[in-house]
């Protein structure tokens, strides 16, 4: 079966930390470029960081740029997403998502994706 796994969210105060991991299975991870999404309630579904397939290139939003690191390791088919000093805004479900039909930039903002993950939960609040 073919699907990726998101962990890692939670709750967290105002200027804290998480990471997120997305776990494939079912496909070769090298073969895709990855991202992470996020969509808060009453908002558009946001592409904030992509990565190339050999995790030589990377893509961040403005609005996370600065603060947020993602990485990658095919050998354990694994995408984590470091997050850095956290506000309110950043209260959203995060999903990563994978394609291999075109390119790491592209991925964030079209959010043309093959496959989506189910998504995990980041709260922002004290």
């Known amino acids: 079966q073919l699907q990726l796994v998101e962990s890692g969210g939670g709750l967290v105060q105002p200027g804290g930390s998480l990471r997120l991991s997305c776990i494939a299975s079912g496909f070769t991870l090298e073969h895709y470029v990855i991202g992470w999404f996020r969509q808060a309630q009453g908002k558009e579904r946001e592409g904030i960081s992509c990565i190339s397939r050999s995790a030589g290139n990377t893509y961040y939003a403005d609005s996370v740029k600065g603060r947020f690191t993602i990485s990658r390791n095919n050998a354990n088919s694994t995408v984590h997403l470091q997050m850095n000093s956290l506000s309110p805004e950043d209260t959203a479900i995060y999903y990563c998502?994978?394609?291999?039909?075109?390119?790491?930039?592209?991925?964030?903002?079209?959010?043309?994706?093959?496959?989506w993950g189910q998504g995990t939960q980041v709260t922002v609040s004290s």
């Open positions: 998502a994978a394609t291999s039909v075109t390119t790491y930039d592209l991925l964030c903002k079209t959010s043309r994706a093959r496959y």
